[in-house]
Every structure is written in structure tokens, then in C-alpha cells.
């Protein structure tokens, strides 16, 4: 059983926050791109 700790929460909610970064510049370079 993996059971979420707070250490787990504080590591995965910067990484969710890059990812989102990464995606909106990738949003943005494709209406550039055009």
C-alpha cells in the first residue's frame, strides 16, 4: 500500500507546477508559430 506523505505532496506540487509552465509555453509557441 503507498500511502501519500506530506514530503510526497510538497515534491509532486512544484513538479505539477513546471509541467503546467512547460505546457503553456508550448501553447504559446504554437500561436507564434503561426
Known amino acids: 500500500m ?3 506523505h ?3 505532496r510538497s ?3 512544484p513538479i505539477r ?4 509552465a ?3 509555453t508550448a501553447q504559446a509557441a504554437k ?3 503561426r
Do not use: G, I, M
Not at 17 to 20: E, H, I, P, W, Y
Open 11 to 13: 515534491v509532486a506540487a
Open 22 to 24: 512547460v505546457f503553456f
Open 17 to 20: 507546477s513546471v509541467a503546467l
Open 2 to 4: 503507498f500511502h501519500t
Open 6 to 8: 506530506p514530503t510526497t
Open 31 to 33: 500561436v507564434a508559430a
